[in-house]
């Protein structure tokens, strides 16, 4: 039997009568947009997280630009990031209007590099958004120090980190902004698209409410340019519901997570390697990433083995056609192109059982060797 890469349906299974409920109750009331479980959620949300304001939005892409376009940041400006990450996060910066400039990686991580932040700031440098791939933070401390020394916004991409924690603190509470995703697969996701961005500064929060809503504050009165990124009240209920275990879940990813590392780094096999969790940190594990030799053997015999991988991702965003004019081709980028080479995702999720997990590790083991 094949091992499913991510399993949403025994997830709602155990949810299924607060899903449900909550779900039947927006079909009754009837306030499909905006209705009470957004101000709920939001509420729930910002709690959670640690933060004074949680704005809902219609998903992961829009939570990272809806903070761009609040900024004022765009034409001429330059936004700092990692070159290793989906694509969404170069795309918001372009369509900002701004210029995404790259940073590489620490091949340990997989996040940016703090130490070749600050080689990359110029006069045209307005913010640096870090990206905390695979559900685990950057070097925060680091990059809100030379954020701070420069006078730049920090806005983390925290699409697969909801719930991660650095040095005690979660994720989304660290930055001037932080948005993240609530596409299914992410680590709280939703029954289709979803995102929520995170601040603590009222002001920022007030523009960005304004922006979710066609820019105004007051209906049929536009202030400012905006955009429709409202996060639909189904949607919300169904987080509120998927809030209820979510801590559990955490916990459960973290269980995987540890058990897998423990079974590989026995694994001695040359090119082979775990992802570093820094020790101060909890990661999401939106993915459980490895990286090895040659990729396209490992994949095809984990395969036949009944275990599904993905690559995330295969070409870093600069390399992309449409990017390929963002990139300086003075920046080293050479660790991020070594990722793109070599790591594969393997399967996890909460409700993964003892069974299960045993399954994947005999799979990489043998798969290794
Ligand atoms: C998923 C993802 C996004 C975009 O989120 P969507 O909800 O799909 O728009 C942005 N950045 C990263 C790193 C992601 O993984």
Redesign the pocket.
Same mark, same amino acid.
């Not at 998903?59 to 990272?64: C, E, R």
């Given at each position: 039997m094949t091992v499913p890469f991510i399993d949403l349906k025994t997830q709602y299974k155990v949810l299924k009568t607060s899903i449900d409920t909550r779900i039947q109750a927006v079909l009754e009331h009837g306030a499909y947009i905006n209705g009470p479980e957004v101000v709920e959620l939001e509420k729930v949300l910002a709690d959670f997280v640690g933060v004074k304001h949680c704005l809902t939005i219609a998903? *992961?892409? #829009? =939570?990272?630009f809806v903070p761009l376009m609040a900024m004022g940041i765009g034409d001429g400006d330059e936004v700092i990031t990692t070159a290793f990450?989906?694509i =969404?996060?170069a795309e918001v910066i372009m369509l900002a209007g701004a210029k995404p400039v790259y940073v590489d990686i620490d091949p340990r991580t997989y996040n940016i590099d703090a130490t070749k932040i600050e080689a990359a700031i110029t006069p045209k440098t307005k913010a640096i958004m870090p990206?905390s791939?695979y559900g685990q933070i950057p070097d925060m401390d680091a990059i809100n120090a030379i954020a701070k020394k420069h006078n730049l916004k920090v806005i983390e #991409?925290a699409?697969?980190s909801f719930g991660a924690q650095y040095k005690g603190k979660r994720s989304c509470s660290m930055t001037d902004a932080a948005g993240t995703? /609530? /596409?299914p697969a992410?680590p709280l996701g939703c029954y289709g #698209? *979803? *995102?929520a961005i995170f601040t603590n500064d009222s002001n920022l929060y007030k523009v960005m409410k304004e922006i979710r809503e066609h820019g105004s504050e007051v209906r049929y009165y536009h202030t400012r340019l905006g955009l429709n990124a409202r996060l639909d009240t189904i949607q919300c209920a169904v987080l509120l519901a998927k809030m209820e275990r979510y801590n559990w879940e955490l916990e459960q990813r973290e269980r995987v997570a540890a058990r897998y590392t423990d079974a590989f780094v026995k694994i001695n096999a040359p090119g082979f390697s775990v992802t570093t969790l820094e020790s101060h940190n909890h990661s999401a594990w =939106?993915q459980y990433t490895l990286a090895v030799s040659n990729r396209a053997d490992f994949q095809k015999k984990l395969q036949e083995a009944g275990v599904p991988t993905s690559i995330h991702y295969p070409r870093i965003m600069p390399d992309q056609p449409f990017y390929q004019k963002t990139a300086d081709p003075n920046v080293d980028l050479s660790k991020s192109r070594w990722a793109a080479d070599h790591v594969i995702s393997i399967p996890l999720y909460p409700d993964m059982d003892e069974a299960t997990q045993d399954k994947v590790i005999a799979a990489v083991t043998a798969a290794s060797k």
């Open positions: 998903n *992961g892409t #829009d =939570a990272l990450s989906f =969404a996060t990206v791939l #991409d699409a697969q995703s /609530f /596409f992410k #698209d *979803g *995102g =939106a």
